[in-house]
């Protein structure tokens, strides 16, 4: 008997920039049919141990995840490292100087908001994170929305927070080199997060594949929460043409924000590799649960 497999392998919790705990998470993926699940905070793994215990108590398989935030080219790009060890020491170094940055940079978007005439935002924003390790835009945005700014956060980061928007702050995350490096120092794969969401022109994307694969990157989000159908199909042609596996997540962060609920995704193409058939000996798979009799 073969049963069929639904991931999602990309979600936040409060321990970064969602809004439900990692418990939380786990029932909202094990009610909406999820099988194998991984919770992928913003530059922490503070939220792992909880998420797999979670995960095991409720019959959910479980890969350890993360999501670095690394500059490539000048943007933003995002690495999801899945199945690698959350104690390992190097991968723990990399996200604590990962995070270093976010106080300052959040007090330096505070200041420019200020200056538009927005005021309190630091220490308003610092209310919605449940970790004050990782205060993020997304943090800033709920302040936004809370205080009339904006009718949501979607609005948030089209008026405001976003390269030439008031409340933007310039700011170098990891190398991707170092990103993938720790993951697979920890015995994890990488995967380049969302790829439809960069502003790359095609020669770029082409140096971030390239650059991706030669780091020892091996994976691709195809069917993502933020991808049109179209997008999907050029990122499958991507995974094949760069020779990666491909991966799905949903990318939720919040019943009342996401607009792709946990687990709630096409299918993976066929012809692709899934990216958890190179991690066989990392799902942390949950014991049976006994009907009650
Ligand atoms: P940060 O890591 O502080 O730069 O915040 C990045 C987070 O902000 C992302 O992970 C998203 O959750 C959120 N975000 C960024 N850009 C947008 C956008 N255009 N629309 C909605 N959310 C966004
Ligand atoms: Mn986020
Ligand atoms: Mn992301
Ligand atoms: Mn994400």
Same mark, same amino acid.
């Given at each position: 008997m073969t049963i069929s497999l639904k991931a999602d392998l990309h979600c936040h919790s409060i321990i970064s920039?969602?809004?439900?705990t990692p418990e939380a998470l786990a029932a909202r993926a094990k009610s909406n049919g999820v099988t194998l699940w991984a919770l992928t905070d913003h530059? +922490?793994? @503070?939220?792992q141990a909880r998420a797999a215990t979670a995960a095991a108590s409720i019959g959910l398989d479980y890969l350890t995840g993360v999501e670095i935030s690394v500059t490539f080219l000048g943007q933003t790009v995002h690495i999801v490292g899945l199945g690698?060890?959350?104690?390992?020491l190097s991968l723990w170094q990399g996200l604590q100087k990962t995070r270093g940055g976010r106080a300052q940079r959040a007090h330096d978007m505070a200041d420019d908001l200020a200056r538009i005439g927005i005021l309190g935002a630091f220490e308003g924003a610092l209310k919605y994170? @449940?970790?004050?390790?990782l205060i993020s835009r997304t943090h800033f945005a709920r302040f936004m929305v809370e205080t009339g700014v904006c009718k949501d956060t979607y609005e948030v980061f089209r008026k405001y927070?976003? +390269? @030439?928007?008031?409340g933007y702050v310039e700011h170098r995350w990891a190398s991707l080199h170092d990103a993938i490096t720790w993951i697979r120092q920890a015995g994890g794969v990488a995967v380049v997060a969302h790829p439809a969401r960069y502003k790359f022109s095609t020669n770029e994307e082409f140096a971030l594949f390239t650059e991706f694969k030669g780091h020892g990157g091996q994976g691709v989000e195809?069917?993502? @929460?933020?991808?049109?159908v179209a997008e999907s199909l050029s990122y499958a042609n991507t995974a094949l043409e760069f020779g990666l596996a491909a991966s799905c997540g949903?990318?939720?962060?919040s019943p009342d924000e996401s607009r792709t609920d946990l687990g709630v995704l096409p299918d993976l193409p066929a012809q692709l590799t899934p990216v958890w058939t190179l991690l066989p000996h990392r799902i942390l798979h949950a014991p049976a649960i006994q009907p009650c009799r």
């Open positions: 920039d969602g809004t439900l530059d +922490e793994l @503070g939220g690698f060890d959350a104690d390992n994170a @449940g970790n004050h390790d927070l976003t +390269e @030439g928007k008031p195809v069917v993502t @929460g933020s991808h049109s949903s990318d939720f962060h």
